[in-house]
């Protein structure tokens, strides 16, 4: 399925969803990682710089329960050690699906509730490059899967949650020399933080 396809169906998806009568409600979210553990294949002893943001639509089945159906826009970077080599940079882009469903059941005053979420994101495109001395290499397809959960606050239209996440993603064809090998480029990611959204 090629990049053009996904997002064409990541649209569609997201629109008829939006335009349901029941979905009358929409979220967005910004995530900030505290503690972060990345493996990058192809790069080593180098630290990956993330962002994220998440819009999601949300359509409730219960009192407490809603399902959620977003995009998640994730963006990273990685710099080879000034000491290398080969001099390699990196940019990585992703357009995620994501389902999930969130529970805010247990009532701690009137206005105040216990939140829980989980979430699967699924790579819909994506586009990365890496630039080093000798050579560069461009990728405009991706794969892989990621898992969000996160416990929180929710207070009215706010929400306050320490989240977890991880994700493999793998970028078609992207490679780096590595004396004088051509390694694939993956990332593999692992994340807890603070996530903050507010509903409308």
Known sequence: MNAKLKKSILVICLLCFATQAWAVRA?????FPVSTKNVTDGFEDSKLKTSEFVLAFLMP???NTQLGLGYSYFNARIEDPADSSEGYKGVFRAHLL???AGYTGFELTRNISLLFEASVRIPVSGQAEVKGIQDSSEASSISGMGYFFGPGIAYGNMEVLLFYQRKNLSFDDLT???NGK??????HSTEYG???GYTF
């Open 27 to 31: 979220k967005i979210r910004f995530l």
């Open 61 to 63: 089945i219960s009192r």
């Open 98 to 100: 994501e389902l999930g």
């Open 176 to 178: 780096v020399l590595r």
């Open 182 to 187: 051509r390694q694939d480029v993956a990332l």
């Open 194 to 196: 603070l996530g903050l």
